[in-house]
Nanobody
């Protein structure tokens, strides 16, 4: 059972930046798609970013151009750099480990415990 530990959340003013980190336990980290999701109060969990085994990334329009996902396979760590933060970005952010190889990236998902990001306007 993989364990995912997020860090880096906090409070920031609109327009500011934060960098989230997620360290994964276990082996073969480099073969998994890793991602970030978020959940605001009263809303469903939504996809924020993903990076696959080859380093290819994907973002929804809501964060494209502001957020950057990256990974360091030597450290079993995935990052989310968040710039130009808005109040709408306020949520609990969850690290996710998806699938290996090609195909749908999040069929079987392991989740971290989440880290709070609060953006004040």
């Amino acid at each position: 059972q993989v364990q995912l530990a997020e860090s880096g959340g906090g409070s920031v003013q609109a327009g500011g930046s934060l960098r989230l980190s997620c360290v994964a336990s276990g082996r073969a980290f480099s073969t998994y798609t890793m991602g970030w999701f978020r959940q605001a109060p009263g809303k469903e969990r939504e996809f924020v970013a993903r990076i696959n085994w080859s380093g290819a990334t994907y973002y929804p329009d809501t964060v494209k151009g502001r957020f950057t996902i990256s990974r360091d396979n030597a450290k079993n760590t995935v990052y989310l750099q968040m710039n130009s933060l808005k109040s709408d970005d306020t949520a609990v952010y969850y690290c996710a480990r998806g699938n290996t190889g090609v195909g749908a990236p999040f069929i079987s998902v392991s989740w971290g415990q989440g880290t709070q990001v609060t953006v004040s306007s």
